[in-house]
Nanobody
Framework: QVQLVESGGDSVPAGGSLTLSCVGS???????????MGWFRQAPGEEREGVAR???????SYAASGKGRFTISKDNVKNTLYLQMNSLEPEDTARYYC?????????????????????WGQGTQVTVSS
């Protein structure tokens, strides 16, 4: 069964930085590297929300909450998706997940709903203290 594994979460003070990583199996990543991948987060009692997405072209899109502070990138050779997070705020506290979608066009990637993505792992916890 195809699945992604997230890592890199930690407890940091406000203003700190973290880099999250997401690794998939070689077969999975070589297939999905040509489509849409994203980072999502879910805080207790809240719905899972999109944070950043990257299309197969390398073009990126960010939710307003992370724009200017977060950077999504991927390394197809290392089969790894990254999320660099700077200037972290207590509101960024959540469990972060990566996932992949079959949207092969950028506009479809940006418009896709969270439920359209798959390969969900266990996530990695990010806690930002004030």
């Amino acid at each position: 069964q195809v699945q992604l594994v997230e890592s890199g979460g930690d407890s940091v003070p406000a203003g700190g930085s973290l880099t999250l990583s997401c690794v998939g199996s070689g077969l999975f990543f070589s297939r999905y590297s040509h489509y849409c991948m994203g980072w999502f987060r879910q805080a207790p009692g809240e719905e899972r929300e999109g944070v950043a997405r990257i299309a197969h072209t390398g073009t990126t899109s960010y939710a307003a909450s992370g724009k200017g502070r977060f950077t999504i990138s991927k390394d197809n050779v290392k089969n790894t998706l990254y999320l660099q997070m700077n200037s972290l705020e207590p509101e960024d506290t959540a469990r972060y997940y990566c996932a992949a979608g079959l949207q092969s066009y950028e506009t479809a990637c940006w418009a896709a709903k969270t439920a359209d993505f798959g390969g969900w792992g266990q996530g990695t916890q990010v806690t930002v203290s004030s």
